[in-house]
């Protein structure tokens, strides 16, 4: 089982940590990629935005072979810098 914030979120920094618990699995992935769990279950990745929705999928696998999925959809929209004025 993985537990992790739900609802689509807009955000305005490209950077992101994903944090949460996850029980009894042998292996945890982010999109594809493994990311490390700690014994009593917890996780924090780093991951980068592209501009726009972003589908990020965390799956994790347990010692049976079942797997669980969350899915978890971010929408970033870089702020726009203006210049500055000039005299």
Do not use: C, W
Request: proline share 6%; charged share 30%.
């Amino acid at each position: 089982k993985i537990t992790v914030p739900q609802n689509i979120e807009v955000v305005h920094d490209p950077f992101i940590t994903l944090k949460g618990t996850a029980e009894r699995i042998v292996e945890m992935r982010l999109n594809g990629s493994v990311v490390p769990v700690t014994e009593n279950g917890t996780f924090e990745e780093s991951y980068v935005l592209l501009s726009g929705y972003n589908r990020l999928v965390l799956e994790a696998l347990d010692k049976y072979g079942d797997t669980d999925k969350q899915v978890l959809e971010i929408i970033y929209e870089p702020l726009e810098i203006k210049p500055a004025e000039e005299e």
